[in-house]
């Protein structure tokens, strides 16, 4: 089956500083790739997701880019802020009967200090 | 944009009963909804693949007997952890594919405590 690695697990940035998190990936069926930001005591949200037809994409300060050769995908957020503290996931499902089966990476806890 | 609504939020209950979670589609239809299971600063574990009108699927290592699954509707699939006990206290999270579009929306999340 899929198996996610998920990395850094802890991340600290100054307030206004870029933030990268990176996934890996081992089945190279899987082709849907969220990336998930939860808070404490509440279900998962989506913020941004890539299908594996395109590289990049882009949502204001939020960004994802995924290399299929290498099975990796990223998480980029441009001039952070204390409100984008929280724990990030990263995951990966595969389109067709199984889509939304998803396997989710460790976890990512991100700490934007003021 | 689509809500899924779990019930409880937080349960506590005594080692050795049985407790239901409720997980709905307010505002659109799901086939297919997915059940899963966080313990504290761990990540999300698929326990479970809850389909409208037929079993569910359960992952390798989810005891069928223990945590059965009805998926009886297009909008409701519930879980209900019999005889449980401390270890089974966790975070449980739904999440339900849309059958027209395919999107996925999660639920917030029902935290069990076993006493």
């Known amino acids: 089956g899929e198996n996610v690695e998920q990395h850094p697990s802890t991340l600290s940035v100054q307030e206004g500083d870029s933030a990268v998190i990176k996934c890996t990936y081992s089945?190279?069926?899987?082709?849907?790739f969220p990336w998930y930001k939860q808070e404490l005591g509440k279900g998962p949200q989506l913020i941004i997701d890539?299908?594996?037809?395109?590289g990049e994409k882009k949502d204001q300060r939020i960004a994802v880019t995924l290399n299929k050769t290498a099975k990796h995908f990223s998480l980029h957020i441009t001039e952070t802020q204390p409100e984008d503290s929280a724990v990030y996931f990263c995951?990966?499902?595969?389109?067709?009967?199984?889509?939304?089966?998803?396997?989710f990476g460790q976890g990512t806890i991100l700490t934007v200090h003021p | 944009g689509a809500v899924v609504s779990q019930h409880p939020s937080r349960v506590i209950c005594k080692s050795g009963t049985s407790v239901k979670i409720e997980c709905r589609s307010l505002?659109?239809?799901?086939?297919?909804m997915f059940w899963y299971r966080q313990f504290p600063k761990q990540s999300l574990m698929l326990m479970a693949t809850?389909?409208?009108?037929?079993?569910?699927?359960?992952e390798q290592g989810v005891e069928k007997d223990k945590f059965l699954i009805n998926h009886a509707s297009l909008t409701l699939s519930t879980l209900t952890v019999t005889s449980a006990h401390p270890e089974d206290s966790s975070f449980y999270i739904c999440?339900?594919?849309?059958?027209?579009?395919?999107?996925?929306?999660f639920g917030e999340g029902s935290r069990l405590t076993v006493l």
């Open positions: 089945d190279s069926a899987s082709n849907y």
């Open positions: 505002d659109f239809q799901a086939t297919t």
């Open positions: 995951a990966a499902s595969t389109r067709g009967t199984s889509y939304g089966k998803l396997t």
């Open positions: 890539i299908r594996s037809n395109v």
């Open positions: 999440s339900a594919r849309e059958t027209d579009t395919g999107e996925l929306f």
């Open positions: 809850s389909n409208e009108g037929s079993k569910a699927t359960y």
